[in-house]
């Protein structure tokens, strides 16, 4: 069963959505303790399937209430499936203020003892990235696509794999034909 779920995330990796999709669904099958709602919601973004990603990345917002990445998902689904209402502004600016307040703690721990590794720091740098993209997503999806494409530029050196999710994330959907944003998420040689 655990190979069956790795298997989805490397067909997730290689941008096959449809069986990443279909092994996450074998995997749970197989073993009820495996509930990774967050990826196949995110997957079920992806494939355009937004009233089904909105049931799996809300239960993923409640089973991690303080991450940062179910809340932006939750968030982008619910505006895919409704559109810029009010319950979805909500959303957004909830997603918002968790993400900056996540963004003040990776600042606060920039500076580590001499025995910290530098692979925390490494992660320190990469899970920066990952917030300034969200917040980029977030201005895109609230129309502030100038705001949008600068979060996106100060998180692209941070975490190159962005470059995949912008790519699919229906957030920066309005943006892929911008010339702005596909120089930004053109791969580096």
């Known amino acids: ?24 669904a074998n995997a749970i099958k197989l073993d009820k303790k ?6 196949r919601g995110i997957l ?7 009233a089904e990603a909105v049931k799996d990345l809300e ?14 998902h939750f968030a982008i689904a619910r505006y895919k499936l ?9 959303l957004v600016n909830k997603s918002r203020t968790l993400l900056r307040n996540r963004l003040i703690d990776t600042k606060d721990k920039t500076t580590f003892d001499g025995s910290a590794s530098r692979l925390l720091e490494e992660v320190n740098i990469l899970e920066k990235g ?11 999806v609230c129309d502030d696509l100038d705001k949008a494409l600068d979060y996106l530029e100060q998180a692209m050196p941070l975490y190159k794999n962005l470059i995949r999710w ?10 892929q ?12 040689l």
């Open 1 to 24: 069963m655990y190979k069956v779920e790795l298997r989805g995330r490397l067909k997730t990796l290689y941008e096959d959505f449809d069986g990443a999709l279909a092994d996450f």
């Open 34 to 39: 495996i509930s990774d709602t967050y990826g």
């Open 44 to 50: 079920l973004c992806y494939l355009g399937r937004y």
């Open 59 to 72: 239960q993923a917002v409640n089973q991690r209430p303080k991450d940062f990445l179910p809340s932006y």
């Open 82 to 90: 409704e559109g810029l209402t009010n319950s979805v502004l909500d």
């Open 130 to 140: 990952m917030i300034l993209y969200c917040l980029g997503g977030l201005e895109a």
């Open 166 to 175: 912008a790519r699919h994330d229906p957030a920066w959907l309005k943006l």
């Open 177 to 188: 034909n911008d010339l702005r944003f596909q120089s930004i998420t053109s791969p580096i």
